[in-house]
Every structure is written in C-alpha cells, then in structure tokens.
C-alpha cells in the first residue's frame, strides 16, 4: 500500500496541471516551493518545506521556454540536494534538447550529451524520462534513466495501442511509420496489435523541409495511423498524409508522443488530410486544443504516476512498458 511517508514531489513552471494529475494519482500535495524569474531572465528557486532524507521527485517538461525550463530543473535538484534530500529523481517528460543527439557535422555540439552532465552534476540521482529521440541518450547517464513507451523502455506506446484498440477495427488499421528512423516503433505496434505496416522514405535538403517521399506498404482502402516521438513544425506528418490519401487510405490519423507543434504547425494540420492528431499532455496542449478542433490528447498523468510509484516502492517497472496502470 502507497502511504506517502519520505516521498515530495515538486513542480517547475513549464507544465503545472501534469504536476497536478501526477500528485492527485498519487494521493499527494504538491510540495510547496517558489520558482521566479527576475528581470534579467535569472531563476529564482526557494524549496519552501523540508526535504530533508526525502524522496523527491521534480516534475519540469522540455517545452515553452526550453532553457528557463532547463535551468530550474537543475536549480531545484541542486536546491534539494544541498537541503540533504535523500535520493532526487528529475521528472522530464520531453527531454530536453533530445534531437541534438549526434556529431552530425563538423563542429556540431552533442548537446543532449550536455544536458545529462547538467542534471548529473546538480546532484540527479536518477531521470524518468518519455520516449526520447534516439535510445542512445541513455548512455550519456551514469545515473538511472527510465524511459516511459516502447519495448524495454518508457515509452508511450502502452497508451497509443490502448487507443488504437479502443478507437479502431483492427483488421482494417495499417500502421505507418513517416520516417525509416521510427520504423522500429511502428513495427512493434504494429506487431503487437497483429496489423499491417508500411513506412515512407524521405529525402531532405535541409532540416524540417522533405523533399521527397515514397511510401513502401499497401494502405488502399485501409485506416492509416502515422506514429511517431514528436510533432514539431508536422510538415513531415502533413506531407505523408497526403501522399497516404492518394495511395488510397479511407482515413488517416497521427499519433505522437510529443506535441510540439510549433510555427505554422496548427494551421498545417487544419489544412491536412489528418483526421485528427493525437498527441500525449507531455507538454501543455490546451492552448492547441482551442486553435485546432484536430487535436487529441492521451493523458499519461497516471502513466508517470505509477512510475514515481514503483520507484519509490523499489517496484519493478519493466510491467509498465506492456500496459497502463489504471
């Protein structure tokens, strides 16, 4: 049984109301603390109760002002650590700067590499985390890191295969994978749910513009559900619908773990064949909601949850990777 007892959770300012859900499944207060933001754009937290040989967990997303977001998280942590917290596990739903993964280019940064010595070296015992960019960004840890979606990760795969059964005939759907980079994450749905797939080949002059696509896979006549980690500027996703209707598909979805929609992203998807696009609330998306009627959002609140759960528990959460808590 969940008591409580040693355990405080804590949120920053890039995504309150998934604070919320997470304490309220947890039968829990959140744990008073003020986060400000001077003048000149400097971080100002004070931990306002004792955390002294606590458990604690600080729950702040990669998105809105992405650096501000950064600089609390590990202002926090550090905070928590020098008021003699016990164990600090970092909550970061999207990763921050999770794309900047590699050496792509001469003199390129590995800023996702970066990120992790930050939250290490503010004194991180621990990072959950949901479906990253590239599985290798666990290796920039020497410290735990639980991925919340696909298999022997946290991924939010769970979720969308409870709502592709929960929403769809099966023997109909097709899942589509817009890129060869997720190929691996479509086939396991796909396999998992016994479905079809197929995936798109793209080229591209430069990044966040296709040149071009072909599609590899039937969808004629079938329900084509494109999966995918993120949604940025949706030109990708925009573009495989199309090409996914002149294929023939009687309707197309997409489904994403993280809804960044940023720039002309609304307007993209309002404009689109997409049916709908289904995003998890790993970033803030009421404001999205209100500006295109497209948009859909799986709650992952208890997802996170029952992972902070079993970890202060010394649960395994390996179960999580198969199914949702309820």
């Known amino acids: 049984m969940f008591t409580g007892n040693g355990i405080k959770v804590f949120s920053g300012t890039s995504h309150p109301e998934l604070a919320e859900i997470i304490a309220r499944r947890l039968g829990l207060p959140l744990g008073r603390a003020e986060v400000l933001k001077s003048g000149i754009g400097e971080s100002h937290v004070r931990i306002i109760e004792s955390v002294r040989e606590d458990d604690v967990y600080i729950i702040n997303t ?25 164990r600090i596990t970092a909550v970061v739903p999207l990763f921050p700067y999770a794309r900047q993964d590699k050496k792509d280019k001469s003199r390129a940064p590995i800023t996702a ?22 599985s290798q960004i666990q290796g920039f840890f020497d410290v735990p890191v639980d991925k919340v979606v696909s298999p022997r990760s946290l991924y939010a795969e769970p979720s969308v295969i409870q709502y592709i059964r929960n929403n769809f005939a099966l023997d109909n759907v097709v899942i ?19 479905v079809d797939f197929a995936l ?32 940025d500027t949706c030109g990708t996703l925009c573009l495989a619908a199309s090409h996914l209707a002149e294929a023939g598909a009687t309707r197309i979805l997409g489904l994403v773990t993280h809804g960044i929609l940023s720039g002309n992203a609304l307007k993209a998807v309002s404009e689109s064949t997409l049916e709908k696009l289904v995003v998890t609330n790993t970033l803030p998306q009421d404001a999205n909601i209100a500006q ?6 799986i709650d992952i609140g208890n997802v996170l949850a029952e992972v902070i759960r079993r970890s202060h528990n010394g649960e395994s959460i390996s179960k999580l990777f198969n199914e949702v808590p309820f």
């Open 292 to 297: 295109c009627p497209k948009i859909e959002v």
């Open 176 to 194: 589509v994978s817009p890129d060869a980079g997720g190929a691996k994450r479509a086939t396991s749905i796909a396999d998992r749910l016994g």
């Open 113 to 134: 590499k970066l990120v992790a010595n930050m939250l290490q070296k503010s004194g991180c015992d621990h990072v959950i985390t949901m479906d990253l960019h590239a």
């Open 200 to 231: 798109f080949h793209k080229e591209r002059k430069k990044a966040n513009e296709v040149s071009r696509m072909i599609l590899v896979g039937h969808v004629k006549d079938k329900v084509a559900i494109l999966v995918d980690d993120m949604a």
């Open 62 to 86: 990669g998105g809105g002002d992405i650096n501000t977001s950064l600089m609390e998280m590990c202002i926090m942590v550090h905070a928590c650590k020098i008021a003699s917290a016990k």
